[in-house]
């Protein structure tokens, strides 16, 4: 790997009033490709524009051969791809569903909304996943379900997840809104758990605008994957017949038609993102007290780098805060945002704790998320971690190199940027 030049510790930091190491902007997402204007004009030409379409039955089809299961169902987005999951498999009113706490609200809105309860598990410090080490003391004779979450296109070690999920009898739901293509030990994401989700909002690696899907190997769940998303129908039963619970939660033909054919695109930008990733996290090496971290992990055959995790050590940057990093970063023209808050101290969760169907079931159980402690979570969370969306890897080597450009230039100046940033 050639190593970066770096010079621009000279010249005051941009929070500062100084130039900015990047002045140019980093390859936008997500990538208008010219075939999907063909593609929508395809469907507009069709009249099929939603339920019925032939085209969404042709993306669930390729999706689920892509992924290596035999059925995936199409929804509106990654958070209700959740709740179908999660009726799918059977999840109930009362049930507790473990997950991580360092993820987006998605992951969690759907167990709460279904009146079930998410119970947290403390993420690892290598990798920001949950924390495998801790999940079984987590397990009750209530849980039901476990959402491993693959945070930033890397995946939880699923061969452990599995056993422990046998082991205990309970129900596994991959989140990998983040993680499209990626895989442990050569199988894909959303082809290990009972059920597989997957978000294909705006930001995410596969975009649609909005969009979602459920990946499973399972008939059963396959079914109550149709119905939860097709207002409780059932594959044989007529068009007014609910015989199941269900809502209209159905992707669009217009959907459909950009996602089929960034299928066939995703693996060959997931190497380049990791290319970069790599290229990255090497020209980190030299800078004392801020890191990229789970770039290559044991067990990860193909990662989706949907965004770079950082750790940062202020000891190393004369007592710089996170956040005063992250704030001079940015004046710098380098992306970086601070990432989760523990989302068991989300205004949503305490909402949800009064409710009154809700507030008594958590007495009773001693359950206080107000009490709720993930010191690792808290840490990252609130001092060590940080993140870059996987736009900046879509690009070369050079737009990296100014990632480390910023990073020294913010070392060199970090007393007088302790000092003065608010
Ligand atoms: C980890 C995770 N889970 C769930 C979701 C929810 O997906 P959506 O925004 O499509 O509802 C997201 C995406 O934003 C996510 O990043």
């Known amino acids: 790997m050639p190593t970066p030049v770096l010079h621009a510790t000279q010249g005051s930091p941009a929070i500062l009033g100084g130039e900015p190491v990047r002045k140019t902007p980093y390859p936008e997402w997500p990538d208008p490709k010219p075939w999907m204007l063909d593609a929508l ?14 085209i969404i039955d042709t993306f669930e089809e390729k999706w689920a051969e892509y992924v290596g299961v035999r059925y995936s169902g199409s929804c509106v987005n990654g958070t209700e791809a959740i709740t179908v999951a999660l009726r799918a498999v059977g999840v109930k009113q009362g049930d507790e569903v473990l997950t991580s706490p360092y993820t987006f609200i998605g992951t969690i809105t759907p167990i709460m909304s279904m009146g079930a309860v998410p119970k947290f598990v403390d993420i690892s410090e ?19 379900a476990i959402i491993p979450v693959h945070i930033a296109g890397c995946m939880v070690d699923m061969e452990r997840v599995c056993a422990i999920a046998e082991k205990h009898n309970l129900k596994v739901i991959e989140d990998c809104a983040q993680a499209p293509g990626a895989e442990w030990k050569g199988r894909k994401a959303g082809a290990w758990g009972h059920a597989g989700t997957f978000s294909f909002q705006t930001s995410k690696n596969m975009s649609s605008g909005e969009g979602g899907s459920v990946t499973t190997d399972d008939p059963e769940i396959a079914d109550g994957v149709f119905a939860a998303k097709n207002c409780g129908r059932t594959r044989e039963g007529v068009w007014y017949g609910h015989s199941r619970f269900g809502s209209n939660l159905r992707l669009s033909a217009w959907q459909a038609a950009l996602l089929l054919g ?62 005063q990093f992250t704030k001079a970063a940015q004046a710098e023209g380098i992306p970086v945002g601070n990432g989760y808050v523990p989302i068991y101290t989300q205004g949503c969760v305490r909402e949800y704790a009064s409710w009154p169907f809700i507030a008594p079931l958590l007495k009773a159980r001693g359950i206080d998320y107000s009490k709720v402690s993930c010191p690792v979570t808290e840490r990252v969370s609130r001092h060590e971690g940080f993140w870059t969306h996987m736009n900046v890897l879509m690009g070369g080597a050079s737009e990296l190199d100014s990632f480390a450009e910023a990073f020294r230039k913010i070392q060199h100046h970090a007393g007088a940027l302790k000092r003065r940033i608010e």
Do not use: C
């Open 262 to 323: 960034q299928i066939d695109t995703l693996d060959e930008e997931n190497s380049l993102r990791h290319k970069n990733a790599l290229y990255l996290e090497s020209i980190l090496r030299g800078i004392e007290g801020v890191e990229a971290i789970a770039v290559d992990v044991e067990g990860v055959t193909r990662h989706a780098h949907h965004l770079v995790l950082f750790r940062y050590d202020s000891s190393k940057f004369e007592g710089l805060t996170r956040d």
């Open 126 to 144: 290598s990798d920001y996943l949950m924390d495998l080490d801790k999940l079984e003391a987590a397990i009750t004779e209530r849980t039901r």
């Open 41 to 54: 004009k395809e469907v507009w030409a069709s009249r099929e524009w939603g339920v019925g379409a032939p």
